[in-house]
Nanobody
Framework: QVQLVESGGGSVQAGGSLKLSCVVS?????????MGWFRQAPGKEREGVAG???????TYAESVKGRFTVSKDNAKNALYLQMDSLKPEDTATYYC?????????????????????WGKGTLVTISS
């Protein structure tokens, strides 16, 4: 059974930083997979934040480019999201997700629609 567990959320002031982690278990790793970070703010639709293929190719939402960095540690079965220069509009529950097979070709806006497995989320609150 594939499980994804996020951690690292919290409350920080605008301009601060947080690093989210997502540990994956039960998945048979090969080079054909894509992982991503997604977020959903209260009253808003879920949106893609960042994605990374098994080959290391990345993509980002325009709203976070230059501020967020997605990375993975294959040895630890972990996905990370380094978030810098945080803004109040970054406040949301952040989810990580995994797809068997590549998928960045669909674009960050539609990446959530093809993911196979999801974590339960971690809350990020940014105060002004």
């Amino acid at each position: 059974q594939v499980q994804l567990v996020e951690s690292g959320g919290g409350s920080v002031q605008a301009g601060g930083s947080l690093k989210l982690s997502c540990v994956v278990s039960g998945f048979t790793w090969n080079s054909d997979y894509v992982m991503g970070w997604f977020r959903q703010a209260p009253g808003k639709e879920r949106e893609g934040v960042a994605g990374i293929n098994g080959d290391g190719t990345t993509t980002y939402a325009e709203s976070v480019k230059g501020r967020f960095t997605v990375s993975k540690d294959n040895a630890k079965n972990a996905l990370y999201l380094q978030m810098d220069s945080l803004k109040p509009e970054d406040t949301a529950t952040y989810y990580c997700a995994l797809r068997e097979g590549l998928g960045l070709w669909v674009g960050i806006e539609k990446l959530a629609t093809i993911m196979d497995y999801w974590g339960k989320g971690t809350l990020v609150t940014i105060s002004s």
